[in-house]
């Protein structure tokens, strides 16, 4: 079965904290994926990854930043933590883009900015 | 830009009832449409996989279709149990870009 961890389940931060949030997949997955979860908004991208070191914007990447420098690993970085950045987080992998190919999702990290 | 809606937004049926969940999306040329299952405060599941040539999947209680021509796809829950009760979001994959998400469908059985 496919694995995917996040580092925390409940995260509590102050505003102007740096926050990284860290997912790894245990199935040498090629594609790994940030998004974020609001009532009312669904689910929304926020960076993505189809190879090691190399990163492409999603749909809000504006305040957060990611790295890639393993391919099991990647990671998401609030580099000022705001409060309208307080959310669901969810990490996801999958093999490939092609017909067949699904995406495997984390458990979530809740995050709160006070 | 593909966009994918789901409608209704939120239901409520009771235990044993047998239930339609709907997806429609705007750009056809798609690779897959795929149902996800979501519980509160938890990630999300994949339940059905549909490829684009295929028309239909099903799982146990679970039936998908797709009308690739119409841009829309069903969720069939047969005799519905309590333990159904949670989203369910529909994704499209378009191949050359990440998957798209509806907001979901907010399923409540009741006992």
């Known amino acids: 079965d496919v694995k995917v961890t996040q580092s925390s389940r409940y995260l509590v931060k102050r505003t102007g904290e740096k926050v990284f949030l860290e997912c790894v997949q245990d199935?040498?997955?090629?594609?790994m994926f940030w998004y974020r979860q609001d009532p009312g908004l669904g689910l929304r991208l926020i960076y993505f990854?189809?190879?090691?070191?190399?990163?492409e914007k999603g749909d809000i990447p504006e305040g957060y930043s990611v790295s890639r420098e393993k391919k099991e690993r990647f990671s998401l970085i609030l580099e000022s933590a705001s409060t309208n950045q307080t959310s669901m987080y969810l990490c996801?992998?999958?093999f490939g883009q092609g017909s067949t190919d699904t995406q495997y999702f984390g458990p979530g990290t809740r995050l709160t900015v006070l | 830009k593909q966009e994918v809606t789901q409608i209704p937004a939120a239901l409520s049926v009771p235990e044993g009832e047998n239930l339609v969940l709907n997806c429609s999306f705007t750009d056809s040329a798609i690779y897959n449409l795929q149902w996800f299952r979501q519980d509160p405060g938890k990630g999300l599941t994949s339940l059905l996989l549909?490829?684009?040539?295929?028309r239909e999947q099903t799982s146990g209680r679970l039936n998908a279709s797709l009308d690739k021509s119409s841009g829309r796809s069903t969720l069939y829950i047969a005799a519905s149990q309590p333990g159904d009760s949670a989203t369910y979001l529909c994704?499209?994959?378009?191949?050359?870009?990440?998957?798209?998400f509806g907001k979901g469908t907010r399923l409540s059985v009741i006992a």
């Open positions: 549909i490829q684009s040539s295929q």
């Open positions: 199935m040498d997955h090629e594609n």
């Open positions: 990854s189809y190879d090691v070191k190399m990163k």
């Open positions: 994704a499209v994959n378009s191949g050359n870009t990440p998957l798209v």
């Open positions: 996801a992998s999958s």
